[in-house]
């Protein structure tokens, strides 16, 4: 099968030549329709051409057209396309460091870095791929049950609950410095552009 190039070909060469002198001479006949006085076109016999009207009406209803096109349709379809405006889609791309938002029962958050937050559409993940398996329901992100020492690693024996029990409530202890993230967009505006009481 051959391959499709852009390249010029003769045979291209030869239908672009006659579509060049195609278009010439419909043009320069709808010229003469257009300027040619109608009793001069009656003399010579050609009077079943249409109305001069639609020498004028034709190109300004294909002008009507494309200007409805250009200003209308083509920028609805466009924003038909586009995330809403408040989607965070709108101020981010790929690079954007997105975290983890699932809950353990201990009420602290799994922080971890979402890869490819928006792999499956604009709409951004809220949960890694480690705990969207066990959220099953809205519940599960919200519970209420506290559990002091709650293990979730994948490898147990890097666990370090498993070798110090303690060592959650010594992490606790410190003061901990928050993981690398972009900042949510509500809680900004919300800090920013609150009422001022006065």
């Known amino acids: 099968m051959p391959e499709h190039i852009p390249s010029p070909t003769a045979s291209r060469a030869i239908y672009g030549f006659c579509l060049f002198l195609l278009f010439k ?19 010579i016999g050609l009077s079943y051409l249409p109305d001069k009207y639609f020498a004028l009406f034709v190109p300004i209803l294909v002008l009507v057209g494309v200007t409805f096109f250009a200003f209308l ?23 954007a460091i997105v975290r983890c938002q699932y809950q353990f029962p ?23 791929s480690k705990h969207s398996i066990r959220v099953t ?4 992100l919200r519970s209420s049950t506290r559990i002091s020492n709650y293990c979730d690693c994948l490898e147990e024996e890097r666990c370090l609950l498993k070798k110090d029990p ?12 928050p993981a690398v993230s972009d900042l949510n967009l ?8 609150r009422k001022r009481r006065r």
């Not at 349709?73 to 690079?95: G, H, K, R």
């Not at 509500?186 to 552009?193: G, I």
């Open 137 to 140: 329901t809205a519940s599960d």
């Open 106 to 128: 201990d009420r602290q958050r799994c922080n971890n870095k979402i890869d490819q937050p928006y792999e499956d559409s604009w709409m951004v993940k809220p949960i890694c």
């Open 166 to 177: 303690r060592h959650l409530a010594k992490l606790r202890a410190k003061p901990m410095v």
């Open 186 to 193: 509500a809680e900004v505006s919300r800090v920013l552009y």
């Open 73 to 95: 349709v083509y920028p609805s379809l466009s924003l038909s396309m586009m995330p809403e405006v408040d989607a965070v889609s709108t101020i981010t791309d790929n690079f």
């Open 25 to 43: 001479t419909l043009f320069i006949l709808y010229l003469l329709w257009a300027f040619i006085p109608t009793h001069i076109l009656d003399g």
